[in-house]
């Protein structure tokens, strides 16, 4: 990529707005290379906002988003859907499609009016379906398929677009908890693999667990950022989701967990 | 923590009925589902070549019959008299059937596409009412020409969309809307079309029902071959179109992550798509119910995913090829292929509406 030092995503000074309602007025975040970030904080903090910022699917009213080092919305939308990739918060399948053919459309940003099918196309796609372990499922109709099924031949698709960044908004709600687990442990796996991943999660275990850095957000703005043995304490806890907490060591990876105080 | 239980491979886990429904069928049905690619591109075959036959078969219809083989032989410009009949006074009505059906199939799949719902067609929509308002301006002036009135009808069913496109917007147009909007749309054109009637001259008023009809029957080569030109066009553009058309159906978040400009691409398709019914009404007057039957037909024979495009193109001009061998042959004397649609039409639809409020109950 280019300089290291460069953050693979960020926003500066960023105002992200949806109509007449602002979410961040001035939103100042990064992503560094090769981390698994995520992003914490209450409901309706601008956590996903950021997060469509960065994919482009929201353009800042003022400021910029940067993507290594260049505005984002100068970047022509295919070259920056080759460079990342997005797991939306709810999208839907075509009815009767197969997990293989949906998987194949995230090949669409490099593909072009007449480069048509290709023999990286096919590769790309049978490696997606590989690591989430969607290869026996390839042919069957996506409506036959389980929640947790479903979600992952949606990661699977955006695998399918080989980005260097994934970004996911909230990718583990309607997942039951070891799917949960499961799908943080693929994420995990493409991490070690080099992918910069982004997250919005709303468990703060999983996040300590699974993130190198945190960015925890309140009231559109970003209150502290680091890693998560150094950010999250039982004071940033109560003063960002105003919930009196103790944090201890996670006994299994001594990570912090947050353990909610008697609150009656 | 192992990644995956090797039973989630094999079978949908026991959470799967909460949310699809369905799930049992997986195992089962993986044989019959081999290969799902190559059994649409066989069943999408089969269509094409049911399309010939019967072709073929209408082409042999008329006060001088012909049989199979000697259709082709006429076809091959074999023996005189036959091939004068075949080629010159029957196979441009055949052409133009198969050829304006298919348009107006094409055009239902990209609406039906771009709405998720069967019922947004562009005759349910308003575009085909709308060009008919246009084309009766066009004859209630007394400018009315053939290619006057078509132009009428061309500018008509442009403007209507065009309306029905504006008063859907919303920070982008959602199927529902677009749906409704030009329900209503339609509802006040077929009020301003009676009252251009009533007001017009008899006369007048019967020509501009006529063409209101819809009908295949002065369809000549003269008359196809400009339509045909026009449609071959609009049909390369649904062609280079086809794939933003299928990143939409993934919802625009997805289809905007993988580097689509969505908004854009909506635009263009709904172009295409009224720019299809509109060449096809400006020749022929109003047909309804292909665009609207064919692609959720075309579907299920297919059963691909989402609406195919190439099998909506080809029931569509089975459809209008088999109601227009009805409209000739089957009454005592020959009706608008139009008013056999409308008829089937209306069956389709209430049949449609039924499954769709139990579906949604």
Redesign the interface.
């Known amino acids: 990529m280019t300089d290291p030092a460069t953050p693979r995503l960020a926003a500066r000074g960023a105002h992200l707005a949806y109509d007449r309602r602002t979410v961040s007025r001035s939103i100042d975040a990064e992503v560094r290379d090769g981390s698994f970030t995520v992003i914490v904080g209450p409901n309706a903090c601008g956590k996903s906002t950021l997060l469509r910022a960065f994919s482009r699917l929201l353009a800042p009213r003022a400021g910029a988003v940067l993507l290594d080092g260049r505005d984002l919305a100068r970047v022509p939308a295919k070259e920056a859907a080759r460079t990342v990739g997005l797991l939306p918060q709810s999208s839907t399948a075509p009815e009767g499609i197969t997990v293989a053919e949906l998987v194949s459309r995230g090949r669409y940003p490099h593909q072009g009016m007449f480069r048509q099918w290709s023999d990286a196309d096919r590769a790309a796609v049978a490696t997606a379906l590989a690591e989430t372990d969607l290869v026996e499922l390839a042919e069957v109709p996506v409506d036959e398929l389980s929640g947790g099924q479903r979600q992952r031949v949606w990661v699977a698709m955006a695998l399918a677009q080989q980005t260097s960044v994934l970004l996911l908004d909230e990718p583990t709600t309607f997942l039951d908890v070891a799917h949960q687990y499961d799908l943080l442990d693929l994420l995990a796996r493409l991490h070690e693999q080099g992918t910069t991943v982004v997250a919005v999660l709303h468990d703060l275990a999983q996040a300590a667990r699974y993130a190198t850095d945190l960015i925890v957000m309140s009231d559109g703005e970003v209150v502290a950022t680091g890693a998560p043995s150094d950010v999250l304490t039982a004071e940033l806890v109560e003063r960002v989701f105003d919930l009196p907490c103790l944090v201890v060591p996670d006994p299994v990876t001594g990570t912090p967990l947050v353990v909610p105080r008697r609150r009656r | 923590?192992s990644?995956?239980r090797p039973d989630?491979?094999?079978r949908?886990?026991a959470?799967?009925g909460?949310?699809?429904g369905?799930?049992a069928?997986?195992g089962a049905?993986?044989l019959a589902?081999?290969?799902?690619?190559s059994r649409r591109a066989a069943a999408t075959a089969l269509l094409a070549l049911v399309a010939v036959i019967v072709a073929v078969v209408a082409l042999g219809l008329g006060d001088y019959p012909l049989s199979p083989p000697e259709v082709l032989r006429a076809l091959l410009g074999g023996d005189g008299f036959a091939s004068t009949i075949v080629l010159q006074w029957r196979l441009p009505r055949v052409l133009a059937a198969l050829l304006f059906g298919a348009a107006l199939g094409a055009s239902g799949a990209v609406f039906q596409s771009l709405t998720?719902n069967p019922l947004g067609s562009p005759d349910v929509i308003g575009f085909s009412t709308g060009a008919y308002t246009g084309a009766i301006l066009v004859i209630v002036s007394g400018a009315a020409s053939t290619i006057g009135t078509a132009a009428g009808a061309l500018a008509g069913g442009l403007v209507t969309a065009l309306v029905v496109y504006l008063l859907a917007w919303r920070?982008g147009v959602h199927g529902l809307r677009l749906i409704i909007v030009g329900i209503g749309v339609t509802a006040l054109l077929h009020s301003v079309n009676s009252w251009l009637l009533l007001r017009a001259q008899a006369e007048v008023a019967l020509s501009a029902s006529f063409w209101g009809a819809g009908s295949l029957a002065l369809v000549g080569w003269s008359e196809l071959a400009p339509a045909a030109v026009l449609i071959a066009v609009l049909a390369v553009l649904v062609t280079?179109l086809a794939?933003p058309l299928?990143?939409l159906?993934?919802?625009d978040?997805?289809a905007?992550?993988?580097?689509?400009?969505a908004e854009g691409s909506r635009l263009a398709l709904v172009v295409v798509g009224v720019a299809l019914t509109a060449v096809v009404t400006a020749s022929t007057g109003p047909i309804v119910f292909v665009a609207l039957a064919a692609p959720q037909l075309a579907?299920r024979v297919v059963?691909?995913?989402?609406v195919p495009l190439v099998a909506a193109a080809l029931v569509g001009g089975l459809l209008l090829l088999v109601a227009d061998v009805v409209a000739q042959h089957v009454a005592t004397s020959p009706v608008p292929v139009g008013l056999v649609t409308l008829v089937i039409g209306g069956l389709y639809l209430v049949s449609l509406l039924v499954a769709e409020s139990r579906r949604t109950r």
Request: proline share 4%.
């Open positions: 923590m990644a995956l989630d491979r094999l949908p886990r959470d799967a909460a949310d699809s369905a799930g069928g997986a049905g993986r589902r081999l290969r799902p690619r998720r920070r280079g794939r299928r990143q159906e993934l919802g978040d997805a905007r992550a993988h580097g689509l400009r579907r059963r691909s995913a989402g």
